[in-house]
């Protein structure tokens, strides 16, 4: 019987006890797509999704220690691949609460030339949202990959916005 006509069981144990790479790759790649569909339903991202299930067989090569051949493979993976889902939720909400804090306690600008006094009312006519997403990118440099993870939308989208508030205020 070849290594691809084994079942998940049998090559998780034989990758446990030799940590062949490409019995892994193999065991990795029968569960791949079926963890990306599950990982993007719970994080809701295709990036993150596909960073989630990497995480997912990090820990499964280092927890290949913790399980039992007698069990089966899927249950215990999709097991690994749920909390790490959960994991990153929890990051992520965390680290929006920390940008949506830091935002909160910037700092106006300091108005002393007549540009920043023209910046500052120019700012003042915007909302709160438009005004923290500016602070955010050009006062803290957050990167538009951030801006995008802050704000739940691409950053194509996070991109375009910048764009037309900075239009807005030339004109």
Same mark, same amino acid.
């Given at each position: 019987m070849t290594e691809s006509e084994c079942a998940d069981e049998v090559l998780m144990r034989r990758f446990? $006890?030799?940590?062949? $790479?490409?019995?892994? !790759?193999? *065991?990795?790649?029968?569960?791949?797509?079926?963890? *990306?569909?599950?990982?993007?339903?719970?994080?809701?991202?295709?990036s993150t999704a596909q960073d989630t299930? #990497?995480?997912?067989l990090v820990r499964v090569v280092r927890c290949r220690k913790q399980y039992h051949p007698s069990r089966p493979f899927a249950p215990w993976f999709h097991t690994i691949l749920r909390n790490v889902c959960t994991d990153m939720l929890r990051q992520e909400n965390r680290r929006r609460d920390s940008l949506r804090n830091l935002a909160e306690v910037l700092p106006p600008l300091p108005v002393s030339d007549p540009?920043? $006094?023209k910046?500052?009312? *120019?700012?003042?006519?915007?909302s709160g949202g438009n005004?923290?997403?500016? @602070?955010? !990118?050009?006062?803290?440099?957050?990167? *538009?990959?951030?801006?995008?993870?802050?704000?739940?939308?691409? #950053? $194509?989208?996070? @991109?375009?916005?910048? #764009?037309?508030?900075? #239009?807005r205020l030339r004109g």
């Open positions: 446990q $006890e030799t940590m062949d $790479e490409g019995v892994f !790759r193999l *065991l990795a790649s029968r569960h791949y797509e079926a963890a *990306l569909r599950i990982a993007e339903r719970r994080v809701g991202n295709h299930v #990497q995480e997912a540009r920043q $006094e910046l500052a009312e *120019l700012l003042a006519g915007l005004v923290r997403l500016l @602070k955010l !990118r050009y006062v803290c440099g957050l990167s *538009l990959g951030e801006l995008a993870s802050h704000c739940q939308s691409s #950053q $194509e989208a996070v @991109k375009k916005r910048i #764009q037309r508030l900075i #239009q």
